[in-house]
């Protein structure tokens, strides 16, 4: 059974880089038809896309974002991670990695990671 | 940017009742819409995807409907289990997006 897991530091300081791991158990981070995605829900409120990755290498990146967002990925490792830069506290949010279904890069979403909650702050 | 409105915010329900939430695109995006429930502290759960296909593993008292800009999502009979927010995600058109959620809450 497919399982994901963030891991990654849950403070950080405002104009400072967010970095986040995403561990995949369970099945091939290499697997065609599937993208490795990002996203992220503020706390009490709805969620918003932040990008994703295709084995290849090619992202997907929501263009509200686009010029902080990094994502990358690890085959070796099962791994593919998410750098934000310059954050304030406004980027305050669980952020959960999860699989995207199709070719798009912004798919129908299963499994998703449990989360992990980055707090901005001083 | 597509924005899907949904309604209503709450839905307030006894189990054993039927449940119907509503999905409003601000335009089309075919069939390329997914429903998600989300249960406090816990990660969303896929439940629709392609406006009408259960995701594997959900029960069949969830179904889905609708295509171009309107979609709904129908609990047929209330399990406790199922009180939850619930969120549509377009994927037809980037960037993908979400509603803002509704919550069934227990009556």
């Known amino acids: 059974q497919l399982q994901l897991q963030e891991s990654g530091p849950g403070l950080v300081k405002p104009s400072e880089t967010l970095s986040l791991t995403c561990t995949v158990s369970?099945?091939?981070?290499?697997?065609?038809?599937?993208?490795w995605a990002w996203i992220r829900q503020p706390p009490g409120k709805g969620l918003e896309w932040i990008g994703s990755?295709?084995?290849?290498?090619?992202?997907y990146y929501n263009p509200s974002l686009k010029s902080r967002v990094t994502i990358s990925l690890d085959t070796s490792k099962t791994q593919f991670s998410l750098k934000l830069n310059s954050v304030t506290a406004a980027d305050t949010a669980v952020y959960y990695c999860?699989?995207?279904?199709?070719?798009?890069?912004?798919?129908?979403?299963?499994?998703w990671g449990q989360g992990t909650l980055v707090t901005v702050s001083s | 940017e597509i924005v899907l409105t949904q309604s209503p915010g709450t839905l307030s329900l006894s189990p054993g009742e039927r449940a119907t939430l509503s999905c409003r695109a601000s335009?089309?995006?075919?069939?390329?819409l997914a429903w998600y429930q989300q249960k406090p502290g816990q990660a969303p759960r896929l439940l629709i995807y392609?406006?009408?296909s259960r995701a594997t593993g959900i029960p069949d008292r969830f179904s889905g409907s609708g295509s171009g800009t309107d979609f709904t999502l129908t609990i047929s009979r209330l399990e406790p289990e199922d009180f939850a927010v619930y969120y549509c995600?377009?994927?037809?058109?980037?960037?993908?997006?979400f509603g803002q959620g509704t919550k069934v809450e227990i009556k």
């Open positions: 335009q089309s995006v075919s069939s390329y």
């Open positions: 995600h377009q994927y037809g058109s980037s960037p993908p997006t």
């Open positions: 999860a699989r995207a279904q199709g070719y798009s890069g912004y798919g129908p979403l299963r499994p």
């Open positions: 392609g406006a009408s």
């Open positions: 990755i295709y084995y290849s290498g090619s992202t």
């Open positions: 369970g099945g091939s981070i290499s697997s065609g038809s599937y993208y």
